[in-house]
């Protein structure tokens, strides 16, 4: 089992930036990869970023490529998201999941889901 919890959304003006940070615990050994996702009002939850945690290899959707890095603190076991030059139609709940797998980037390979943070980027 592994427990995930995310911090750092807020409400940000147009080409702004913030910092969103996924805390992990639980079962965190092994192959994993972490990633994000987001889902707007509306609409289905997409992939936003994935890393693989004992690589490092880093995805990235084509919608924020660019504009956001993921990156990985082992000793912290903590996962972050940076994301620049934000848009309105980056408004979004943001959650971070792991997936049980060295490479993963469709919901359906993640086992384990945070509650999300709400991330409101105004024009």
């Known amino acids: 089992q592994v427990q995930l919890v995310e911090s750092g959304g807020g409400l940000v003006q147009a080409g702004g930036s913030l910092r969103l940070s996924c805390a992990a615990s639980g079962r965190t050994a092994g192959s994993y990869t972490v990633g994000w996702f987001r889902q707007a009002p509306g609409k289905e939850r997409e992939f936003v970023a994935a890393?693989?945690?004992?690589?490092?290899?880093?995805y990235y959707a084509d919608s924020v490529k660019g504009r956001v890095t993921i990156s990985r603190d082992s000793p912290k076991n903590t996962i972050y998201l940076q994301m620049n030059s934000l848009k309105p139609e980056d408004t979004a709940v943001y959650c971070c999941?792991?997936?049980?797998?060295?490479?993963?980037?469709?919901?359906?390979?993640?086992?384990?889901w945070g509650q999300g943070t709400q991330v409101t980027v105004s024009s």
């Open positions: 999941a792991a997936a049980p797998a060295d490479y993963a980037t469709t919901r359906s390979e993640y086992a384990y």
């Open positions: 890393i693989s945690w004992s690589g490092g290899y880093t």
